[in-house]
T-cell receptor, first 112, second 114 residues
């Protein structure tokens, strides 16, 4: 069955360091992959989208990589700030559908 | 521009009762999606409307769930009768173009069935 795995343990890092979050998937051929941020009591907020034929995407302090051979995406936040503390979700969409298939999310805590 | 809104924010009902959740998408967005997150699990797709038509309802768990989008504007999701396992957070999202277009999520409705 299709599976999307994100590290369920919280990631604790010091302010100013780079946070790296992992998303692995199996039995899936996504057309593209998205990363969302979710704060407590709120809905997911879109951050970045990367297509299957793209290796890397950047937006300000954010960088996403997509390796379809390894079936993995890495999400990096450089120069992290306490305000970056949140749960980060990866989501896949295949060619056939419009729906998002989410991973369980990883909670990031950036300490000052 | 107003975002996606959902009502109520919280609902506590007893097993066997009926609950109706409402979603108002961003104005002009033809595509509307329902998702839910049950405790300890990932967010899962329920269904997708294009205007008033159900494009994909493959994620609806059973026939106790009924979604409507009359007139292609707001949508309702009714659970009747509610069961304990229906507890969770129900999210609505919308977008303009479907497909690869970004989905904009509402804040969710937290449903607790006792």
């Amino acid at each position: 069955s299709q599976k999307i795995e994100q590290n369920s343990e919280a990631l604790n890092i010091q302010e100013g360091k780079t946070a790296t979050l992992t998303c692995n998937y199996t039995n899936y051929s996504p057309a593209y992959l998205q990363w969302y941020r979710q704060d407590p009591g709120r809905g997911p907020v879109f951050l970045l989208l990367i297509r299957e034929n793209e290796k890397e995407k950047r937006k300000e302090r954010l960088k996403v990589t997509f390796d379809t051979t390894l079936k993995q995406s890495l999400f990096h936040i450089t120069a992290s700030q306490p305000a970056d503390s949140a749960t980060y979700l990866c989501a896949l969409v295949n060619n056939a559908g419009n729906m998002l298939t989410f991973g369980g999310g990883t909670r990031l805590m950036v300490k000052p | 521009e107003a975002g996606v809104t959902q009502f109520p924010s919280h609902s506590v009902i007893e097993k066997g009762q009926t609950v109706t959740l409402r979603c108002d998408p961003i104005s002009g967005h033809d595509n509307l999606y329902w998702y839910r997150r049950v405790m300890g699990k990932e967010i899962k797709f329920l269904l997708h409307f294009v205007k008033e038509s159900k494009q994909d309802e493959s994620g609806m768990p059973n026939n106790r769930f009924l979604a409507e989008r009359t007139g292609g504007t707001y949508s309702t999701l009714k659970v009747q009768p509610a069961e304990l396992e229906d507890s969770g957070v129900y999210f609505c999202a919308s977008n303009l173009a479907g497909g690869q277009d970004t989905q904009y999520f509402g804040p969710g409705t937290r449903l607790t069935v006792l």
